[in-house]
């Protein structure tokens, strides 16, 4: 059965202060893997998709990287409007989008 | 606005009630998955439909079913209302496989069982 797990569950930043967040995923075929950010009350926003190991995208203060087993996503000197709960997800070979938990950024001013 | 719309935004009902809840997919997306999401949880897979009919099915109750329609747009279900479907239920919808952008998600409409 695909799984995804994203560690820390919750994460508490100054602004400016770095850090990374984990996406760890067995999945059968990735055909891809997504990350996501949910304001609360909302619907998620996609942000980035990787289809392969080795593969970087980068969108302003965030870059998502990609292996064979996880997937991060750095934040580089956030603010607090990056905070959010952010989702990953693979998608399958069964073209099913199995999510992780989710974490939960908080950045203080 | 991401194109995908939900209707009500907000729902509130007792016990037993039956209700439905709609969605408009983005335009020429065919299809459409339900998803619910509870304080506790991550997002949970209802459903998904694909160009009206029934491709793949999640940890939806009995208690639940989906249809989607020739227009493209869907409803969801609900009845014999129990406090722990109390929820947001999201819907988004994808256009064919192999698109980069994954799900376009709705704003989601959150129901409250009392």
């Known amino acids: 059965e695909d799984q995804v797990t994203q560690s820390p569950e919750a994460l508490r930043l100054q602004e400016g202060e770095s850090s990374s967040l984990n996406c760890s995923y067995t999945v059968s075929g990735l055909r891809g893997l997504f990350w996501y950010r949910q304001d609360p009350g909302k619907g998620p926003e996609f942000l980035f998709t990787?289809?392969?190991a080795g593969e970087e995208k980068e969108k302003e203060r965030l870059k998502a990287t990609l292996t064979k087993k996880e997937s991060f996503l750095h934040i580089t000197a956030p603010k607090p409007e990056d905070s959010a709960t952010y989702l990953c997800a693979v998608y399958n070979y069964g073209q099913n989008f199995v999510f992780g938990p989710g974490t939960r950024l908080s950045v203080l001013p | 606005d991401s194109g995908v719309t939900q209707t009500p935004k907000h729902l509130i009902t007792a016990t037993g009630q039956r209700v439905t809840l709609r969605c408009s997919p983005r335009s020429g997306d065919l299809s459409v998955y339900w998803y619910q999401q509870s304080l506790d949880q991550g997002l949970q897979f209802l459903i998904q439909y694909y160009n009206g009919e029934e491709r793949a099915k999640g940890n939806i109750l009995e208690r639940f079913s989906a249809q989607q329609f020739p227009d493209l747009h869907s409803e969801l279900n609900l009845s014999s209302l129990e406090l722990g479907d109390s929820a947001l239920y999201f819907c988004?919808?994808?256009?064919?496989?192999?698109?980069?952008?994954?799900?376009?998600f709705g704003s989601g409409t959150r129901l409250t069982v009392v």
């Open positions: 990787l289809y392969s």
């Open positions: 988004a919808s994808s256009a064919p496989p192999g698109t980069s952008y994954g799900y376009t």
